[in-house]
């Protein structure tokens, strides 16, 4: 079995060839998704050089953190679906949040942030496969929804998350992908703050850098599997 700093290396070189396979003029980073692995094998992953971790369960990651006092350069990104009560745990325990879809959500983060940290970093997660049961904002609303969140004091507009649809068709797939380097680049021209296109997982990150995304997350390439 590989250990963690091994296949770490194995995905840096992947993203690498990817990149310059496709020639992409934007820099392409790993979220490295540590959802029910343990606090050890994300120490495992920073001493190996990742800096950028996701989690789904803020009390899951607010526990994992308390264990990680000692990883200076750390950065927490809350990538799960976001219930009203859990805001003030996310807000004190996370520096980005990608999965913001509703004005509601972005008012108490805003709220909840301790002002005397840095403004909570945020990234408006799209429903883009406008499936009703999925999370994220619509497409036609994303606008309003950033503009709101681009005057709250205690967030940063960071750009879009989006979660593709789980299919094999690549023409889903890169039509998916197409509308959200659009939106992404409609949200850049407005906001200066805006950097960051979050999409790709496991089955399309290659197609998903192909098409712009300067964040790509993975876990299981990573940490194996979670046995669930
Ligand atoms: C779990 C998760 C990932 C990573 O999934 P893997 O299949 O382990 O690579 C990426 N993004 C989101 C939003 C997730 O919930």
Redesign the pocket.
Known sequence: MKTIAEQLQSVYQAIHNCAAECATEHKTTLLA?S?KHPAQAIRDAYQAGQRAF?E?YAQEAASKKAELPDLPEIEWHF??PIQSNKTRLIADTFDWVQSVDRAKIARRLNEQRDTSLAPLNICLQVNISLKDNKSGVHPDDMMPLAELVDKLPYLTLRGLMC?GSATDDIAVQQAEFSTMQQLFSQLKDNYASVDTLSMG??GDWQLAIKSGATMI?????IFGS?GN
């Not at 997350?217 to 390439?221: F, K, M, V």
Request: no cysteine; charged share 20%.
């Open positions: 998704v959802k996701g789904n990538i799960g979660i997982m496991s997350r993975l876990g299981t390439a979670r």
